[in-house]
């Protein structure tokens, strides 16, 4: 039996970053879906992630942890696909190391992806912009780190990943405010910011405080902003500003 943690902590700090040449962000992405898949197999087979072994991870398993992940997490088919996409490039990085489990390498690459419908990416109206950057509470520090996270994502039009990952240091307020960001492929990108954006991020680097971390927006206890943080302080304005802008109702934020 060969155990999985080796392999994993070669495949995420070595092989994607130095060989494959995938940004901190697409790693990242990587390794939230082996955390996903070792906490199921963890629950399933009643052992510490650190003791599972690799030949546990079967195309029997993957198929039962894509399932479990549409029908338990309610995650979309196109969620679904990029989860074992990564799995798969964990298997290409795995049968050059171990020839013996080939077979098993070749029975999970042949898991098809599935086939969905593409939804139209729909855009936001000025008024629907404007009903989620007014819903925050300006008067707490949390409502000001909000305003300014939203009003940067719209205005710079940002992924998620790149929002999150904006540093104190890759933010100029003078004298031409703009932001420099590190977007896929590790294409670095420097956009002029709105005068009003600008204004969102003073008032929130007036409120941050000397918290230890290098990226510009932190949660409550000071660390990173994560990726599932900010999608779920998106979700809370915007439903909260769909009380006043009925229209954002039918929106997918």
């Known amino acids: 039996m060969t155990p999985i ?62 399932t479990n992940i549409e029908r338990e997490r309610g995650n979309s088919v196109s969620t679904r696909n990029l989860r074992l996409a990564a799995i798969k490039t964990f298997m290409r990085y795995v049968e050059l190391k171990y020839p013996r489990a080939l077979e098993q390498v070749a029975q999970i690459r042949a898991i098809p992806s599935k086939r969905h419908e593409q939804k139209l990416v729909q855009h936001l109206t000025l008024i629907e912009i404007r009903a989620v950057l007014d819903a925050p509470d300006l008067k707490t520090r949390a409502g000001i780190r909000d305003r300014a996270m939203l009003h940067l994502c719209f205005a710079a039009g940002l992924r998620v990943s790149e929002l999150v990952g904006v540093r104190l240091e890759d933010v100029v307020l003078h004298p031409a405010p703009s932001v420099t960001v590190l977007g896929k492929g590790r294409r670095e990108r420097c956009l002029p910011l709105w005068k009003d954006t600008a204004r969102d991020i003073r008032a929130w680097l007036a409120v941050r405080g000397t918290a230890p971390t290098p990226e510009l927006f932190t949660n409550a206890q000071g660390r990173t902003m994560t990726r599932a943080g900010f999608e779920y302080i998106l979700e809370k304005h915007a439903a909260s500003a769909a009380s006043q802008c009925p229209t954002l109702s039918d929106r997918v934020i």
């Not at 990242?28 to 992630?49: E, G, I, N, T």
């Open 5 to 66: 943690a080796p392999l994993i902590v070669g495949f995420l700090r070595d092989y994607l970053p130095n060989q494959r040449g995938f940004s901190p962000h697409s790693c990242d992405a990587y390794a939230h879906s082996f955390m996903l898949l070792f906490a199921f197999v963890s629950a399933r087979l009643r052992v510490q992630p650190s003791q599972i072994m690799l030949e546990q991870i079967d195309a029997d398993m993957v198929i039962a942890f894509l």
